[in-house]
């Protein structure tokens, strides 16, 4: 078969995963989606990755994320002919649909950037059996009839010693208005959708300000600095929300062993 000038075949084996984990985490570094496809066994060497990264960017479906220059490696983000592309593949979102002209703000590049490493840890952790980004859980809610699912930041399907747990993930970057943190503890209340919410934050004081706003809650929630958990991953000391705000490892706060 003939092609004309300028057209770029594309491998639904290879080159689709690698267009879904850049929408799907708004922004990935190279090395991040190195990892990625590692560990769903897609072999895939960093010089052939960048060949079809090259690729992929040149015909438009991937673009660099040029404000992310003080990285050591490149940052990429789907373009709307990427999400154009997917979508012919069946792979539509709802939350991002192709008609959608930012796909992302440059502020919100450090949250997507530290949301891979969070999922990258857990999978080397060896407990990750699933993972839901932020843009397929709104995808998701939007059609639910009540409303009340919380848009996490991702869910994770989590086993640790022989016990399966879905686990809601947020990562706070900046401390939110009381305000806000008021409807989010009437959102968890109504949640029925994870066994338990893992908070990572930047740094102590954040740690222990969601401590505060949703100390005592029913549902279980646990809160470590996102660096250390990447450092001690299931052995990270884990803060929860019960009554003595009892600290555990998180290994047993996954698993439910510290109840």
């Not at 843009?135 to 994770?156: H, M, P, Q, R, Y």
């Amino acid at each position: 078969m003939r092609y004309y000038k300028g057209h770029i075949a594309l491998s639904d084996a290879r080159d689709v995963p690698i267009l879904l984990h850049v929408r799907n985490s708004r922004a990935i570094c190279f090395d991040q989606l190195c990892d990625l496809l590692s560990l769903e066994i897609i072999t895939e060497r960093p010089r052939s990755l960048r060949w079809r990264l090259a690729r992929l960017e040149k015909a438009g479906l991937v673009m660099r994320l040029l404000r992310q220059t003080h990285l050591r490696t490149p940052v990429f983000g789907i373009t709307q002919q990427g999400l154009i592309f997917l979508e012919s593949r069946g792979h539509y979102l709802l939350s991002l649909p192709s008609a959608t002209e930012a796909t992302l703000h440059p502020s919100q590049v450090p949250h997507a950037l530290e949301m891979v490493s969070i999922r990258v840890a857990f999978a080397k952790a060896g407990v990750l059996h699933s993972w839901q980004s932020d843009l397929e859980i709104a995808s998701k809610n939007l059609v639910l009839e009540n409303g009340a699912a919380k848009d996490f930041d991702a869910v994770a399907g989590i086993e640790v010693d022989g016990k399966s747990r879905t686990i809601g993930i947020e990562y706070e970057r900046n401390p939110k208005a009381a305000a806000r943190y008021r409807a989010i503890r009437e959102v968890f209340e109504r949640d029925e959708t994870t066994d338990a919410v893992l908070y990572l934050t930047a740094n102590d004081d954040i740690l222990y300000l969601l401590a505060m706003e949703l100390r005592a809650m029913r549902k279980r929630i646990g809160f470590v600095l996102s660096d250390a958990f990447r450092r001690s991953l299931l052995e990270t000391r884990t803060l929860t929300n019960s009554n003595n705000s009892e600290v555990v490892l998180l290994r047993d706060f996954l698993s439910g062993n510290q109840l």
